[in-house]
C-alpha cells in the first residue's frame, strides 16, 4: 500500500481538533484529520452547552461540534472518519496507522484524542446520558441551580466538584465508598464546613431510577458488612468525579506522560518533547477540561505546527 504524505495530521476531533484543522487550514499547510471512534468528542454526549463564548442562546454539543466541523471544512480542512491506531514517532517524518491499515506520513502532528470519563458501569449511566448523568460539574452544574444532586468520588476532584455545585444547587450528597476522603486536608476541610453537602461514607451506588431522568439513586451502605443497608435517596443530578483516562496509550512510547497518562507539553504551549507533535484538548489536560481551553489549545498547536514547517522548510 502506499504511503500518504501529509504537512499536518491531526488525531482527533471535538473542539481542540477541529479548531486545530481550521487554524492550520487558514495558514495553508492543507490538514487531515481523522475524528476517530466518537466525532466531536465528548461534547457530543452533552445536551446543552451555555458557556461557549458566542452561543448567547445556548446549544447542543453536537451541533455546536457541526458548526466546527464545518467550519473546518469551509477553509480546506481534509475531515475524514477513521481512528489512529498505530504511529511510529522514532524520527521525523513521522508515520501513523489509520484503521490499521493505510499509512501517513506526516511532517506535523497534533494529537487531539481527548480523554474518557471514568464510570461505575452501570446501566443506568447510559439509560440516563444527558437525562441527569453527567462527568462534568462546570459544563453541567448549572442546570441543577436549587436542586438536589449527587456527586461520586472521595478525592480532590470530586471534592472541587461538590463545591462548586454546592454553590448552585439546594443540596449535594458526596458518595464515597471508603470511610474517610482521599482528597487534601484542604479540601476536606471545605467540604465538611460546607453546609449543603453531605457526605455519604461508605456508600455504593448501584442504580438510579425516575420516569423521564433521574429523580434518584439507589444506594448501598457497608456493602457486604452484617449491617449493610439498602438506602434511596432523592436527587435530580448525578456526577460522576472518579477520574478521566486520557486517550494517550498509543503515544506513550514516544511521549512524555504523567502517572495518569496526561501528555506532559512544554509549559503554555502544546508542544511535546517531539519537534513537530503537539498535544491539544483534554489529552493533555488533567486541570480544566473545557471546550474553549481545549479549543484555544487547538489553536496554539495549530499555530506552532505552522511555524515549525515554515523554519523548517517543509
Known sequence: METEKVRCLIAGSGPAGYTAAIYASRANI???????????GQLTSTTEIENFPGYPQGISGTDMMDDLRKQAIRFGADIRAGSVTGADLSTAPYRLT??????????????????????LGLADEQKYAGMGVSACA???GFFYRKKKVAVVGGGDTACEEALYLAGLAAQV???????????????QRRVFQTPNI?????HQTV???????????????????????????AIDGFFLAIGHTPNSALF????ETDETGYIITRSGT????????????DVADPTYRQAVTAAASGCKAAIEAEHYLTKTGK
Open 30 to 40: 492543507a490538514p487531515v484529520l481523522y475524528e476517530g471512534i466518537q466525532p466531536g
Open 98 to 119: 489509520v484503521d490499521g491499515g493505510a499509512v501517513i506520513e506526516t511532517e506535523t502532528l497534533i494529537i487531539a484524542t481527548g480523554a474518557t470519563a471514568k464510570y
Open 138 to 140: 462546570t459544563c453541567d
Open 173 to 187: 450528597y458526596l458518595i464515597v465508598r471508603k470511610p474517610f476522603l482521599r482528597a487534601s486536608k484542604v479540601m
Open 198 to 202: 453531605t457526605v455519604l461514607f461508605e
Open 207 to 233: 442504580g438510579l431510577f425516575g420516569e423521564n431522568g433521574v429523580e434518584g439513586a439507589h444506594l448501598v451502605r457497608r456493602k457486604g458488612e452484617p449491617d449493610e443497608e439498602q438506602v434511596d435517596v
Open 252 to 255: 506513550k512510547p514516544w511521549l
Open 270 to 281: 502544546p508542544c511535546t518533547k517531539l519537534p513537530g507533535v503537539y498535544a491539544a484538548g
